[in-house]
């Protein structure tokens, strides 16, 4: 079975653009979170859509936003990039019953110039 | 703040068990311990979860106490590839507020040795 997909895998970008990352979940899973990993630390969490809702938000500022399609896949929105934007963005998805274990993509790489 | 408290690094043979404790005295009776691992530049994998029962996959076995104040991940036959940051998580499992993300701390640098 496919795991998450993440696009594109790596991107750069100068400091005021805007940039659009991609995630789609595995089949059957209804939830998407957001992750952001600077480097030498462990992922932080950004945002939670379950159903095209948001259901969680991490202490990210508004330039941060994301939504969710009626397929599950989801987009993240970052604008006016900064440079302490450069990152790790992970998605993870999960299955809406039990243990809701998450899994990982293998993210996108943005370097903010 | 990670509700967890795990050792910074360890190192391990090729061919033995590694065993990665973790530290969670505050962990609340709805809460799951989650064990999550991350190779170099990769997204996080999961690896295993339990609430109050010791349990076991294909990857690896999670020992949970009886107060369920600790707990250990064994990997029994440690190779190279093996090598990774491990994080162990606690949460709820659930939708909404703080039930939805994981919180990562620092994890277990494991180290296994040829």
């Known amino acids: 079975d496919a795991g998450v997909t993440q696009s594109p895998t790596h991107l750069i970008k100068t400091r005021g653009q805007h940039v659009t990352l991609r995630c789609s979940p595995i089949?059957?899973?209804?939830?998407v979170s957001w992750y952001q990993q600077v480097l030498g630390q462990g992922p932080q969490f950004i945002f939670q859509?379950?159903?095209?809702?948001?259901?969680g938000r991490g202490n990210f500022p508004d330039r941060f936003s994301a939504r969710q399609f009626p397929n599950y896949s989801s987009e993240l929105n970052v604008n006016a990039l900064l440079l302490g934007d450069s990152a790790l963005y992970l998605c993870?998805?999960?299955?809406?019953?039990?243990?809701?274990?998450?899994?990982f993509g293998p993210g996108t790489r943005l370097t903010v110039t | 703040d990670a509700k967890t408290t795990q050792p910074t690094s360890m190192d391990c043979a090729e061919g033995r068990a590694a065993n990665l404790p973790c530290n969670h005295s505050?962990?609340?009776?709805?809460?799951?311990v989650y064990w999550y691992r991350q190779i170099h530049s990769q997204g996080p994998q999961y690896i295993i979860h339990?609430?109050?029962n010791n349990e076991t996959n294909e990857m690896a076995s999670l020992i949970i106490t009886e107060d369920r104040k600790s707990s250990t991940l064994i990997l029994p036959h440690a190779t190279l590839r093996d090598t990774a940051v491990y994080y162990c998580?606690?949460?709820?499992?659930?939708?909404?507020?703080?039930?939805?993300?994981?919180?990562f701390g620092k994890g277990t640098k494991l180290s296994v040795k040829p």
């Open positions: 993870a998805s999960s299955f809406p019953q039990g243990a809701n274990e998450q899994y």
């Open positions: 089949s059957g899973h209804k939830s």
């Open positions: 859509y379950y159903e095209k809702e948001e259901r």
């Open positions: 505050t962990i609340s009776g709805n809460e799951y």
């Open positions: 339990g609430l109050k």
């Open positions: 998580i606690v949460r709820v499992a659930g939708y909404g507020g703080s039930q939805g993300n994981l919180i």
